[in-house]
């Protein structure tokens, strides 16, 4: 008699569907209701923003009766158009959370499927943070399983992964069987990607990427459910994710270690600031210079190998950002930023900011070297050292970027981010208290009317 060892796909599959909401630990619940917060003003603050324009755009083209709503409006859309949306609302300002060792963002692509098809069933708070605690364990497992080799492709992995996520997000919350998770997961597999091109010409369709992966999830999981066939061994397989869009080495079989008993949802870093998550440490190392902006010559700044291509290259490009979203991706201008008005905001990343001659001067000024390629460029450690022009030598050293798990924000922190992203309104408050406390929600109806009055509110404003 021969037995056949289950796939990677067959086992995580299975996990996800039997995963229960009592045997997720509280400190894991009260991560994912976290980013599931973050996440939700960050849509909010993308709404007041007009962020996410072109993707709220389509999404309501496919208006639907019996449809769902995104975050901050009341139309009610096709399941799959919402989980678009979210996912590029969530992602819009480059703001949300961060796995280092995935280099993933875990939200934009958990929360628009859990939220979407949550909504869709009528589930529970409960059932919506258990699907949402599968997503974030999807997401950052599977990128981890090859940190940085998507990147080193020329693939987002956030892309390339979330997909996946989305698939098992949706197939969990309707009620499906492991087969057809596994199938919905062989599926999304093939509808992964994610160009990293707009690094070359400072387009933003980097935002569009959680958004699709979400989408492309969705729509993953239902081929599935309606008998559509994907290959078992997506993971391992010659042709499976990583042989074909890894450049680095992978181990398939991480993806399913430990499950239940090790949990990356407590190791995601959640952003002070709305930039590239790899430029973080820099600017928290220069935090404090006493050095005045006029007196500085030089400026020297270790930066991890695998952060430099993203956040330091090409430099002419990085000196002087041709688009916004150019400047959330280069550490020399988002430097100078924070060395000359001493904070980083939303607001820093305005167009009429990126040709300040200050900025471009003293970001000309930046000098790189790369440090050991060691650990994970998420979680690198920031050095700046700063010459000013009477041979003084000041310098700022930092372990980590804050936000991180090693340094992570109180939950009055990102209360703090929460309230400054959906603005000064009398609803924000018991919004944030129903996503902390998500688990004792009969659904997510209340959820959606506070998040529609707020950005309806600000919207009479504008």
Known sequence: MTTTTPTVSERLSQWAI????????????????????????????????????????????????????????????????????????????DFDDTHSMGLVHATAV?????????????????????????????????????????????LHATSVCGTLAASLITNRLRGADA???????????????????????????????????????????????????????????????????????????SV???????????????????????LHVTIDAAKGSPVAIEDIVRIEV????????????PRAAKNSPRTPYDAKFSLPWSLAAQLIDGEITVDTYRVENLG??????????????????????????????????????WSGSVSGSQGTPQHPLSDDDLLSKFRANCGDRAEVNELGDIILNLADQPNLSRLHDLASSIVSKEALLA
Request: net charge negative; glycine share 10%; hydrophobic share 45%.
């Open 18 to 93: 039997d995963l229960s909401i009592e045997e997720i630990p509280e400190s894991v619940r009260h991560s994912a209701a976290r980013h599931l917060l973050d996440g939700v003003g960050l849509a909010i603050v993308a709404n007041r923003l007009n962020a996410a324009h072109a993707a709220c755009t389509v999404a309501r083209t496919f208006s639907s009766p019996s449809g769902v709503r995104m975050l901050g409006s009341n139309d009610l859309l096709a399941v799959s158009a919402v989980a678009l949306a979210n996912g590029v609302l969530v992602h819009a300002l």
């Open 110 to 154: 958990t929360l628009p499927a859990a939220f979407a098809i949550g909504q869709s069933v009528d589930a529970t708070g409960a059932d919506i943070l258990a699907a949402a605690v599968v997503g974030y364990e999807t997401v950052c497992r599977v990128a981890s399983a090859s940190p940085h080799g998507f990147h080193a492709r020329g």
């Open 179 to 253: 087969e057809i998770a596994a199938n919905g997961l062989g599926i999304a597999a093939s509808m992964s990607g994610g160009l990293l091109e707009f690094l070359e010409t400072g387009s933003d369709t980097k935002t569009l990427h959680p958004g699709l992966a979400s989408m492309n999830g969705v729509i993953a999981a239902e081929l599935a459910a309606a008998g559509g066939q994907g290959p078992n061994t997506v993971f391992e397989g010659k042709y499976g994710i990583y042989a074909a869009l890894s450049a680095r080495d992978a181990d398939p079989e």
């Open 256 to 278: 399913v270690a430990d499950l239940g008993k090790s949990w990356e949802t407590n190791h995601i870093s959640i952003k002070p600031i709305p930039a590239c998550q790899l």
């Open 302 to 313: 270790v930066v991890h190998p695998d952060s430099a291509p993203t956040v330091c290259e």
């Open 356 to 393: 300040r001659p200050e900025l471009i001067r003293l970001a000309e000024l930046v000098d790189v070297t790369l440090g050991p390629a060691e650990g994970f460029a998420a979680d690198a450690s920031g050095h700046v050292r700063i010459h000013s022009r009477n041979a003084d030598v």
